[in-house]
């Protein structure tokens, strides 16, 4: 039995932060049969909190918070066990791939903690970890769903709600619109320096700004950026570049080199990110981020600049008043227009360019050609893969015969719920799975297209990066048209790069248009080649031409 003095030295050593000598007292003083759930998960914790901790530590952690759990399933320090135990195993899976096996225990217990507590709200944050994890789109959506209810005004909810249901087809551009509008109101509005205060005139030039905290590791963000940068008109603009990532890294280096002045403002406030902007006197600032950050895009709730735009990297209506416009073009935004709370920007050609690689480009055959079988491939965030996309999938392949899918995602996860489906439809063992980890590099990334003849854009959320990767590596790929922006991403790539032909109207249009392709391995092979040569030469890939329009775009609304 651990006697109480022993236990409140253990305490006071954890509050005083002295993490390492905790865990020396307990282990010469303790065994873990004895230890009280309370004290388990206060050791599992030492260990993830201590200095210097590595790989067996947490691995180590995890042993610590289930034993605690198993002690204590129906009190508050078996709750909170469990919670460390799926927020330390989800957080550091990319880096430890040993942690699946304790994430997939960590859902078991969770199903059983639900019927202990199941409006909790630190349970349910940590499920929807727990579901990212494993690709339930569904449950995800179910436990946000019940956050919101349970806690209406908090903006990280809302936010994570509208963005996931970019995932589904149940939704209409109409539903992101009214919950845009309906829960605007509990974004806070941060103090600013009125617009009429500020001294432009004393700019030289118009002074555009841009925030984001995705400028770094080469996140799909950096590849449409830094050549824009680069090419827009040094005469008319400077760019100033609000960077709220952590990182500092090639990726965000070329970028700090093609703007005028970058900020790393990652430690400061919204509240003193403004204050920067308003002092920089940036006359058009940018979002780059939307939903995807829910901390941040409070940025923009305020009159921080003159004109304020949503670019890039979320392809939906963010709702507020005080965000201008959208930058889209003439494919992505159509008779439903009047749900975005933005202007539409429509730029002359496409929405965005891609820099390119530095990699050398050679041109790979069809691996039809030797393989004497159809292989098709995704590299798109499993998340995308909706269930109308494991329909259409499913029907390619068992009517394409012998052919293989490829799935690879840039997260490493565990879609259990897309195998069964497939498993469901008679085609799992046609299907490959890939992680991040399997190709951590990008020129890894890149080469893996080289298997693949045909690949399938997901729907109705849309590839974007790896579609412009795929064509750059000279691989067709076969989309369908949707209805807002977010699911014509696609279309408008395709119709930018002449490829008309590979955008279906409906599954059943993508289900036929795909056996056409892989039925004549001719036809195929020279539409490989006509990709690989002539791709550099659209709009997709012309940074320079994008960097004009994008520039002659803002110089008309910003004289507006």
């Known amino acids: 039995m651990i006697s109480r003095s022993v236990i409140e030295e253990i305490k006071s050593l954890f509050l005083e932060k002295n993490y390492e000598f905790a865990l020396k007292i307990a282990k010469e003083k303790t065994q873990i049969e004895e230890r009280p759930a309370g004290l388990s998960n206060l050791l599992g914790l030492c260990k993830i909190l201590k200095l210097n901790k590595d790989k067996n530590d947490i691995l180590s952690s995890m042993l610590d918070f289930e034993d605690a759990y198993l002690k204590e399933k129906k009190t508050i320090h078996g709750l909170d066990s469990l919670c460390n135990m799926i927020s330390i195993s989800t957080a550091n899976i990319n880096s430890i791939k040993e942690l699946s096996e304790k994430i997939s225990l960590a859902e078991q217990y969770y199903s059983e903690a639900l019927k202990n507590f199941n409006d909790n709200e630190k349970l349910l944050i940590n499920g929807v970890e727990l579901y990212k994890y494993f690709v339930d789109v569904p449950k995800i959506k179910k436990n946000l769903e019940k956050l919101i209810h349970i806690n209406p005004t908090n903006k990280s909810f809302i936010a994570r709600y509208a963005f996931v249901n970019n995932y589904t087809s149940n939704w209409k551009q109409e539903n992101f619109f009214d919950h845009s509008k309906k829960y ?37 963000v950096t590849f449409f950026v830094k050549k824009l940068l680069k090419y827009l008109d040094k005469n008319k603009f400077e760019t100033y570049v609000f960077s709220l990532s952590n990182q500092i890294d090639a990726s965000s280096e070329e970028i700090k080199d093609s703007s005028e002045k970058w900020f790393n403002l990652n430690k400061l406030s919204n ?39 949503s670019w890039l990297a979320y392809c939906n209506t963010v709702g507020f008043k005080n965000i201008d416009y959208i930058i889209a073009d003439h494919n992505l935004i159509k008779s439903e227009q009047n749900y975005y709370a ?88 046609s299907i490959e799975f890939y992680n991040r980890a399997d190709y951590p590099s990008l020129n890894e990334h890149l080469n893996l297209y080289r298997k ?41 790539i395709l119709k930018n790069a002449n490829l008309d032909q590979l955008i279906s109207k409906n599954p ?26 002539g791709i550099l030469n659209t709009p997709l890939f012309d940074s320079k031409k994008f960097a004009s329009n994008f520039g002659t775009s803002l110089s008309e609304v910003y004289k507006r």
Not at 279 to 302: A, C, N, P, W
Not at 364 to 373: L, V
Not at 513 to 532: E, G, Q
Request: hydrophobic letters at 35%; a positive charge; aromatic letters at 12%.
């Open 271 to 309: 509240q003193e990110v403004i204050e920067q902007i308003q002092k920089e006197r940036i006359e058009v600032l940018i979002d780059i981020g939307g939903f995807t950050s829910s901390k941040r895009i409070e940025i923009f709730k305020s009159r921080v600049s003159p004109v304020q735009i």
């Open 342 to 429: 933005e202007k539409i920007i429509k730029l002359k050609d496409i929405w965005n360019a891609h820099s390119g690689f530095d990699f050398k480009r050679d041109f790979s055959e069809t691996p039809a050609e030797k393989n004497n079988y159809i292989t098709y491939g995704s590299f798109n965030n499993f998340l995308k893969i909706s269930d109308e996309t494991v329909y259409a999938w499913s029907e390619i392949l068992k009517k394409s015969q012998n052919s293989k899918l490829i799935l690879k995602s840039s997260n490493n996860s565990f879609p259990k719920r897309i195998i069964d489906m497939f498993k469901t439809n008679g085609v799992l063992n």
């Open 184 to 220: 605007e109101k509990y974004f806070v509005i941060n103090k600013v320096k009125p617009i009429s205060e500020i001294n432009y005139k004393k700019n030289n030039k118009i002074r555009i700004g841009l925030v984001s905290r995705d400028f770094s590791n080469y996140h799909s």
């Open 508 to 533: 059943e249009d993508y289900i036929v248009k795909a056996l056409t392709l892989s039925n004549n391995i001719d036809n195929l092979s020279i539409l490989r080649k006509d990709i690989f040569n």
């Open 452 to 492: 693949i003849d045909i690949a399938l854009d997901t729907f109705p959320y849309n590839g974007v990066t790896t579609s412009f990767e795929a064509l750059w590596c000279g691989v067709p790929v076969l989309t369908m048209l949707g209805y807002n922006f977010n699911s014509r991403c696609g279309s408008s």
